[in-house]
């Protein structure tokens, strides 16, 4: 397993590199827009979701490498979510047929992909007298497509299942008809025969006469013990042309039953279905994507972000002294060095030894200070002030980046979540100096709030410094999307003594989750409640200064 597990950045990179592709790992669902691939998150320590990662890895190549993206542009396809179904699930079938005779090992990945589903697989089922035809008739097109294309051995068996189902409502000719053309499309050469195979099929359901439904099943029901999955696609078309005006309220049916999500339309290679297992584990966290794979660094902003705090400092500059104190009351000369202090020098008649500049610095107040930023959408609000409370929190989260600069034995960095592409984005680096870095720091509100991946990545960047002490502070204005994932992270760093403090904006809830949070009534009071905080925290009155809710109110 831990081969397995070690092997993920390898074979992501590979693919990468193979296909000319950048890969992100976020979200609930596996998809790909041609240029970059995305993979939801998965407990990787569980070899099983590991091999889960390699199907989803190698299907989504597949399309990068097979698929002609640009017919996701034509105008019939688009806000069309069943022409984009059909299309989608015959495109799967051939792409994966054609990426498992071309690499060797990951057949069987699919497969278990595919199987790994079979709990969903027999709720649909059990359920199928209540579920949109639409639906039923797609996981048809889907396991009988899987028939020709890459030969599942529990395709056949779930496509006569689903036949015997679907000709009882739509009858027996129509769904022969449709199944020819399914096993005709399954030699399509390339993307556009797929869709045209997809268009077919369309104007078939399109056509129906969903009012007869009920005498359909009542006529063809004996019939039952003559069909077979051998000679199904023996049926011929029945001439009808008359424009259902049932299918719209079917089609509507089906939007609903599938909430408008692909991934729901079918009852196999449903990622979310993964993740809310994942998410229900006390095991599995955050910890265990792959976003810890690439570090993606921050889009540059404005140039000249950094004037934008020239009114600030006063504070920066009473911030650095105050730290910068306590770094010198707690270090103490060298014996040894290479640049002598002449002031020194001169007392050494009297018995001075300690006669170099450079200094050594002792462990115990060797500090590490990651600053994680929330910039998810909630924080476009102004709260009816003049700037957003991003605003606010990238100019504090510089601020600070700056007043610690320079102060030997501390290590500022700086982390945005979420990012642009990506769960989080570096804007400070342990080795940088945000002076040079501050066009970083201005970034816009986007997306949610992965607190949990956020704060791993944060750990582990604690850990490469290797300093006495690690310091973490959030500033939010919200709840992380997974509590239970946060609540993990708040276990770990207990066990590794990683002090965790929170600052939010209106926020109360964030109580319920941090140690030591303190609330604030908008963004502005953030600068003065920063400043305090890391007062606090490097006090010489008390070297092991603990951050309470009493000192930020």
Excluded at 337 to 347: E, F, L, M, N, Y
Aim: proline share 2%.
């Amino acid at each position: 397993m831990d081969k397995m597990i070690s092997a993920l950045p390898i074979m992501v990179n590979n693919y990468a590199k193979l296909f000319g592709v950048s890969v992100r790992i976020q979200g609930t669902v596996a998809y790909t827009n041609g240029k970059t691939i995305t993979l939801p998150r998965l407990d990787i320590k569980d070899p099983i979701k590991a091999r889960l990662a390699y199907g989803y890895l190698a299907h989504e190549s597949a399309h990068i490498r097979y698929t002609d993206f640009k017919i996701l542009e034509k105008e019939e396809i688009k806000n069309n979510l069943l022409l984009f179904s059909l299309f989608n699930i015959l495109e799967d079938n051939r792409i994966e047929k054609l990426i498992s005779r071309e690499y060797i090992g990951v057949f069987e990945n699919l497969v278990l992909l595919n199987s790994y589903y079979e709990t969903e697989w027999q709720h649909f089922c059990s359920t199928l007298g209540s579920i949109s035809i639409f639906n039923v008739t797609l996981a048809l097109i889907q396991c009988y497509s899987q028939c020709y294309c890459q030969r599942y051995l529990t395709s056949r068996k779930k496509s006569r299942l689903l036949y015997f189902h679907l000709k009882k409502r739509i009858g027996y000719q129509v769904v022969n008809a449709l199944l020819t053309k399914i096993k005709l499309c399954s030699k399509s050469k390339n993307s556009h025969e797929v869709y045209e195979c997809a268009l077919e099929i369309y104007a078939l359901l399109r056509h129906l006469d969903y009012q007869n439904e009920k005498n359909i099943a009542n006529n063809t029901e004996k019939n039952d013990e003559r069909l077979s999955i051998d000679n199904i696609e023996r049926g011929q078309l029945r001439n009808s042309s008359k424009n259902s005006a049932e299918f719209l309220n079917e089609y509507c049916k089906f939007r609903r039953y599938s909430n408008d999500d692909v991934g729901q339309v079918t009852p196999s290679k449903n990622a979310a279905a993964i993740i809310q297992e994942n998410s229900c584990s006390q095991s599995s966290s955050s910890r265990d994507d792959f976003g810890v794979i690439t570090e993606r660094v921050c889009q540059n902003g404005r140039i000249d972000y950094l004037r934008l705090l020239d009114n600030t400092y006063g504070i920066r500059n009473a911030l650095h002294y105050r730290v910068k104190s306590y770094v010198d009351t707690l270090g103490n000369s060298t014996l040894r060095g290479t640049r002598i202090d002449p002031v020194k020098a001169q007392r050494i008649p009297f018995g001075e030894e300690r006669i170099f500049m450079d200094r050594v610095l002792k462990k115990d107040f060797s500090t590490a200070v990651h600053i994680l930023v929330d910039v998810s959408s909630s924080m476009l609000s102004t709260d009816g002030e003049q700037t957003t409370r991003c605003d606010e929190a990238c100019r504090v989260a510089l601020m600070l980046s700056l007043a610690l600069e320079g102060i030997d034995g501390i290590k500022t960095m700086v982390t945005y979540f979420p990012g642009i592409t990506s769960e989080y984005e570096i804007a400070l680096r342990a080795n940088e100096k945000a002076s040079l870095m501050a066009p970083r720091f201005d970034q816009k509100p986007r997306g949610s709030t992965p607190l949990a991946q956020a704060l791993w990545f944060a750990f582990d960047k604690l850990k490469e410094v290797s300093f006495k002490r690690n310091i973490v502070l959030v500033i939010t204005d919200g709840m992380p999307d997974s509590v239970n994932n946060v609540k993990n992270c708040f276990d770990y760093a207990r066990e590794e003594k990683i002090e965790i403090y929170g600052i939010s904006i209106r926020s109360e809830l964030i109580k319920n989750i941090f140690d030591n949070a303190c609330v604030i009534e908008n963004a502005t009071m953030l600068e003065e409640k920063a400043f305090t905080l890391i007062s606090s925290l490097f006090s010489l009155q008390n070297n092991e200064v603990k951050f309470s809710t009493a000192v930020m109110e």
